[in-house]
């Protein structure tokens, strides 16, 4: 399976981690496989990696069927997620599984000690065996 860095703000990640939020709805595809494991960068202020997660499921849809389907575990409400989608005739929903608070948080700065250019990414970036950074996680 493939590893990927994805960016949730703060809020969002607290409901991961207290098992609120079990999907992550996105506008654009996330090319990855179910069983992929995600590295959840909370954004700033926090501005670290504190938590993964598998991908349980991925599945493309309109925003009012998406809704309907998952609202539940979504963790925000109609008026955010409409804000959020409007205008989309798509959104992807991503089901969260085995979700795993890391022992040890890793800080923008330690990524950057493994590449030096490292920016956190807008919507997510592959985290292959290839890449110095892929260290950072398997230390």
């Not at 110095?132 to 230390?139: D, E, H, I």
């Amino acid at each position: 399976m493939t590893d990927a860095i994805i960016s949730i703000r703060p809020k969002h990640v607290e409901d991961i981690i207290s098992g609120k939020k079990t999907v992550e709805v996105r506008l654009k595809n996330i090319k990855l496989l179910p069983g992929s494991r995600l590295w959840v960068y909370t954004t700033l202020p926090v501005g670290k990696v504190k938590v993964s997660a598998e991908i349980d499921f991925i599945e493309s849809l309109p925003p009012d069927e998406g809704w309907r389907k998952y609202r539940e575990c979504i963790s925000i409400s109609k008026k955010e997620y409409d804000a959020y989608t409007g205008g989309r005739s798509v959104v992807v929903v991503i089901g969260l599984r085995n979700v795993k608070i890391l022992e040890k948080e890793i800080c923008l700065s330690t990524m950057r000690q493994y590449e030096k250019d490292f920016q956190p990414p807008q919507f997510f970036t592959k985290l292959s065996p290839e890449r110095a950074l892929y260290s950072a996680f398997y230390t």
